[in-house]
């Protein structure tokens, strides 16, 4: 197997995802599709990378639309690794990125807890280069 392709992330709506990603996390749209059934596929990834992405899948039950949010349990579950930590830092808090702790340097890397627009917790990362 090459690479994981895809993570979904359950979203509330489609629209204020694809916004919070591309403009505050600076994410590019690759698709926005709809479907039959009146979903869309839509999947965004990280500026310049060329493997994983993430679908952004609109809540469609009771079930699901609980989990919005939540679906680590309250923990980082979601590593957007940077090569100018920084300069992301600096940037996502000026687009309006919550960083729940100022920034640490721990023995593999420099890294802040950020939430996304639905409090799903996220670290960006920069690992530390020997």
């Given amino acids: 197997m090459a690479h994981l392709g895809l993570v979904a992330l359950v ?12 403009e505050r996390l600076g994410f590019e749209l ?32 009771p079930e699901q639309r609980a989990r919005v949010g939540d679906q680590t349990g309250g923990r ?11 300069a992301d830092h600096a940037r996502m808090s000026a687009a ?3 960083f729940l702790e100022e920034p640490r340097h721990e023995p593999y890397g420099s890294v802040a807890v950020f939430e ?15």
Avoid at 13 to 21: G, K, L, N
Avoid at 37 to 42: A, I, M, N, Q
Avoid at 116 to 130: K, S, V
């Fill in 11 to 22: 979203v509330r709506e489609y629209d204020e995802a694809i916004a919070f990603y591309t």
């Fill in 30 to 61: 690759l698709e926005d599709t709809p479907r039959p059934d009146g979903s869309r596929w839509v999947v965004v990834r990280p500026r310049g990378t060329r493997e994983t992405a993430m679908l952004l899948a609109r809540a469609a039950t």
């Fill in 76 to 86: 980082v579950g979601l590593f957007l690794y940077t090569e100018d930590f920084a």
């Fill in 96 to 98: 309006g990125v919550r």
């Fill in 116 to 130: 996304d627009l639905y409090g799903n917790r996220w670290d960006l990362i920069q690992p530390r280069r020997d």
